[in-house]
């Protein structure tokens, strides 16, 4: 028999970033004992990385705005793949929990009337994003923990779970390891809140830190739960391309919602060429328009670097695909030409930009006050997650909730920028609050001896096979191969090649060996995290190649116009019975009557 310590709590948090963090605090508030366990330092989460904003109609600098403006942007922007249930309790509710987080000490930009400052953001109508500068999510997090810290909850840093017990369907704990010696835990509960993240690092090019290997999503396939809409995946239109180490690494959409233009190897503003016609009387016209707009002229229209990430992710491809790129493979985005309009340009954009700044300094010695970045897509977020109930987020699986970028339907076919930060805290909120109430009316189940043993065994498995494949190999494979072929611009045979391609990585997984022991050894930690990225790539690739049209994030140059036959389903997939991936359709429930009638008036 393995050795391990058993914990024991009501409520199991798996992941401390926003969302976890949030659903932590307020299951804590409802009086039941919490564990919250994390891979990296608890404050080290992917939230921390957040730049641009949060986004919650408040109207303090547009008084146009409001929740139906919001809700109707996110629905638009999803292309009405959204749960609208989410969708609506999202646009409601994200003002109070952005209120909230100011009341436990956030300090956000603001304006000169002392309210806090909102900012322009692709997609949305008016100025949304509250924001610190471009560390929101810094400020967020670690308000969040400040906060959190002080509610009784039981922090497991770096620990990761590994496998979700069962307790004849209903989930009653989970098995993990601390990541420093590598010794077993059991952590008995009675509801457990997915909150880890999503999946970027089974791309090559990617925003996301090493902690994104859709651990999540993979553990709540694995106990049974349904995952919905994983074609859809984020490549945000601006990342870094060079220096080679630094590819990938977020640009905020904060540049252009100041004012940064994109531009092509002959100067020309190539966005104005490509105005979908959905947006046509919402973008400028001509540049000072767009000026205006950013500088906060209610009357003129965006510029078209704002529009939607995918549809500037794919101008950008094609201007480099067409030989008008920038020298490293990209096209350049200019904040530094602001000088021409602003007396202290460079302050300002010190001021407003300042991780930018310091970013492209030190990575790569370009001083963004005075001259253009290069950038180019990059794999950022996943809408697709584990399918939830909208109001309470509960999974498929009894007593198995899900928050925050782990989860689906919220975003549909594609987030807004903004948007994420407050689904966290809606959502981690709403999370929080049902687990504890589910603890509440449910007993421990039993953990099963058994499970914990074969659960054991599987993660000891690769020691037994010293000098089998390299699991670094296998995982760089991966990678290439969802870039190459499931990446930003998708066709049937890539995707069918690459279906063929996960069947002979998942052959080479399981050969994978590690030396050494299990003390401090990344090479047995990337080994257990192979068959989740794994899961998740054939995921969305099974789903992406189902999908026989674009929309939103996925986009298939076979079929690059959106279907009817397509624009009222959900992609669903489950494991079956044989433990083979099951996919079906699901129809999106009726929209109620006063909803439509919102977008309606907001088209
Ligand atoms: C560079 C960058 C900038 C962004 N800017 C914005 C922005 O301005 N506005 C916006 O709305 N969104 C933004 N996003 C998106 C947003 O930051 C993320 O979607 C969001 O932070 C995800 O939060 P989360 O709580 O779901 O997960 P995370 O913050 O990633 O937390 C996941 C947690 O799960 C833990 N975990 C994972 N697997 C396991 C496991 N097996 N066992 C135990 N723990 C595990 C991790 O250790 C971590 O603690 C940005 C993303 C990036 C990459």
Redesign the pocket.
Known sequence: MSEYQTHEHDVLV????????RAAIEASAAKVSVGL????LLG????????????AAMANVDDRDNWKVHFADTMRGGQYLNNWVMAELHAKEAPDRVKELEAWGALFDRTKDGRILQRNFGGHKYPR?A?VGDR??LEMIRTLQDYGIHQGIEVYME????TLLLDGGRVVGAF?YDRERGRFRVFKAKAIVL????I?RAFKIT???W???G??HA?AYNAGADLMDMEFVQFHPTGMVWPPSVRG??V???VRGEGGRLLNNKGERFMFNDIPDLYKNQVAKDTEEGWRYVTGDKNANRPPELLTRDHVARCINREVKAGRGSPHGGVFLDIAWIKEKLPKAAEHIKKKLPSMYHQFKELANVDITQEAMEVGPTT??VMGGVRVDGVTQMSTVPGLFA????AAGLHGANRL????????VVF?KRAGEHAAAWAKSHGQGKVDAGQVESAAKWALAPFDRAGGENPYGVQHSLQDMMQDKVGIVRNDGDMAAAMDGLAVLRKRASAVGIDGNREYNPGWHTCLDLPNLLTVSEAVTRSALDRRESRGGHFREDFPDKSKEFSNHNTVVRKGPDGAMRLCRERIPEMRDDLKKVIEENK
């Open positions: 798996i992941g401390a970033g926003g969302a976890g963090l366990v994390c891979k990296s080290k989460a992917h939230t921390v990385m957040a730049e641009g904003g949060i986004a994003l924001h929101t999510g620990h990761t779970a590994t993990g909150a880890t993240g999503g970027g925003s996301n830190s902690e994104y290997t651990d999540g553990l690494i977020l905020t959409e904060g950022h977020y928050a925050g970028e782990v920028g903004g948007n994420s930060l407050s689904d966290l981690g």
